[in-house]
T-cell receptor, first 111, second 113 residues
């Protein structure tokens, strides 16, 4: 079955540092890939997505590229801010089917 | 904006009680999902529904049931609450065509004592 493996946290960085959160997946077909973010006390919000190989999703300075050859979808940001502190989830789905999530990575940014 | 509304943000129930968690979406989405979120385990799918009166088991359905009598409402039922069901519960919906992605509710944090 489909699965997502995500970099374990927690991750603590200083403001303006470079961020990478690794995500790899296993899928039988050609899934869409997502990054969701959960701020304290809130539900999940879609951060970015990519629907086919070599697509790059981007939003709020975050980027991730769908790499079929390495089955990866790593999240990156060049300069993080305190307001980026949250839990980040990598996920995949096929069509409008169920989402399969990684275990989540808690990110804390110190000023 | 698409909205998925969960009826309670925080809920405390006693062991053995029957518990109803309600989820309503306002975008005429066909597909609705219930997940539970636990630290270190991410989100795990409990049940989902692709149409009114249809339901399918997810990865961890034991101890839960669901009801979808109307397209906009998807209810999660804990038949006899137990302490190991203390968790954050998240509802999500998406159109049948997969347009615009999933929308999540704000979650219900359930504590069973």
């Amino acid at each position: 079955g489909n699965s997502v493996t995500q970099m374990e946290g927690p991750v603590t960085l200083s403001e303006e540092a470079f961020l990478t959160i690794n995500c790899t997946y296993t899928a039988t077909g050609y899934p869409s890939l997502f990054w969701y973010v959960q701020y304290p006390g809130e539900g999940l919000q879609l951060l970015l997505k990519a629907t086919k190989a070599d697509d790059k999703g981007s939003n709020k300075g975050f980027e991730a590229t769908y790499r079929k050859e390495t089955t990866s979808f790593h999240l990156e940001k060049g300069s993080v801010q305190v307001s980026d502190s949250a839990v980040y989830f990598c996920a995949l789905s096929e069509g409008a089917q169920k989402l399969v999530f990684g275990q989540g990575t808690r990110l804390t940014i110190n000023p | 904006d698409v909205k998925v509304t969960q009826s309670s943000r925080y809920l405390v129930k006693r062991t053995g009680e029957k518990v109803f968690l309600e989820c309503v979406q306002d975008m005429d989405h066909e597909n609705m999902f219930w997940y539970r979120q636990d630290p270190g385990l991410g989100l795990r799918l409990i049940y989902f529904s692709y149409d009114v009166k249809m339901k399918e088991k997810g990865d961890i359905p034991e101890g839960y049931s669901v009801s979808r009598e109307k397209k906009e409402r998807f209810s999660l039922i804990l038949e006899s609450a137990s302490t190991n069901q203390t968790s954050m519960y998240l509802c999500a919906s998406i159109s049948g065509q997969g347009s615009y992605g999933y929308t999540f509710g704000s979650g219900t944090r359930l504590t069973v004592v």
